[in-house]
């Protein structure tokens, strides 16, 4: 895709970012989930037991790692709390990155915060890091993800891992609950298009922390098959190590699903950079 189309929605994605920051915010303390408080703790960690378990795998110890997309700095955080010498969270949203950054002052951790559209990160984080992770939601805003993960590859050091934990390709066919095409009768039937190439244009706002609708700034996000992503990875120089898939859900959208252990609702994916 021509950098001025990716452009074009990563700025508007900036904005409805921003936007649903502050939602969030809101609505983490209308649950009490004060992450100030919790940061304050030693160790504290947003990662659940089946990402932690993979990155005792990597083995964190001395390693300076980076979360891409990592919206408020919770994951990023948690990275140095399970072992990591040092973390860079990039992210676009003003909004957040502010908020990543107050968080990381009160946990003292080492621990900064880059606020850029990744599409933008430049030479000075070029063979840098020896993890990248990218965890739930992130890639469906990436317009282009072969160039995506170009950015991705010159940030990692040679044998440095790639780690991805995010909703599984296969529930982009599945319509969420309160969409039109979503039938409470047949949750799991297919009504989208796996194949689908243009983006989604969201207006109804991105709080899937409090749950509420809004009339929004125009956000624009992506499908992306499972062979766009394997590929657009092992294309810039990566080397497919692990690929597991999983019942559970982690976008808290298809939960309903998870007893029933039928479909696929998220994946671990590992690589290592050649
Ligand atoms: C769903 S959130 C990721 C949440 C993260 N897993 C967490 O739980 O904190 C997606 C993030 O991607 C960021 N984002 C979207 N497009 C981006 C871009 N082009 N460059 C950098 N960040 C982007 C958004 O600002 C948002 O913070």
């Not at 939601?137 to 891992?161: I, T």
């Not at 390709?169 to 190439?197: M, N, Q, W």
């Not at 624009?220 to 590929?231: A, Q, W």
């Not at 976008?251 to 479909?263: D, R, W, Y």
């Amino acid at each position: 895709m021509p950098k001025r189309e990716i452009k074009k929605y990563t700025d508007a994605n900036r904005e409805a970012w921003n936007e649903a920051t502050l939602k969030h915010q809101q609505a983490r303390a209308k649950k009490n989930n004060n992450l100030k408080e919790k940061f304050s703790q030693k160790g504290f960690s947003t990662l659940d037991k089946y990402e932690t378990a993979k990155l005792k795998e990597i083995d964190l110890a001395g390693k300076k790692v980076a979360q891409v997309c990592c919206n408020n700095g919770q994951e990023t955080l948690s990275l140095v709390n399970l072992g990591a010498e040092s973390a860079v969270g990039f992210d676009i949203s003003d909004e957040a990155i502010k908020e990543a950054r107050e968080l990381a002052k009160i946990s003292g951790l080492n621990c900064e915060f880059v606020r850029t559209d990744i599409y933008d990160i430049g030479a000075e984080y070029y063979d840098s890091f020896d993890l990248i992770y990218i965890t739930i939601g992130a890639m469906g805003w990436m317009p282009d993800l072969n160039k995506y993960f170009k950015v991705v590859s010159k940030m990692l050091r040679a044998g440095g891992h790639l780690m991805i934990y995010e909703h599984h390709s296969f529930c982009d066919l599945l319509a969420r609950d309160g969409e039109d095409e979503f039938d409470p009768d047949d949750p799991l039937k297919i009504v989208h298009s796996y194949f689908r190439t243009e983006p989604w244009v969201g207006n109804d706002g991105i709080d899937y922390i409090g749950g509420t609708k809004y009339e929004s700034k125009t956000s624009y996000d992506f499908t992306h098959t499972t062979s766009n992503i394997i590929n657009s990875i092992i294309n810039n120089g990566i080397i497919l190590k692990e690929f597991t898939e999983y019942s559970h859900d982690i976008s808290t959208e298809f939960a309903e699903h998870e007893n029933e252990g039928k479909i696929p609702l998220s994946y671990i994916l590992i690589g290592v950079k050649d």
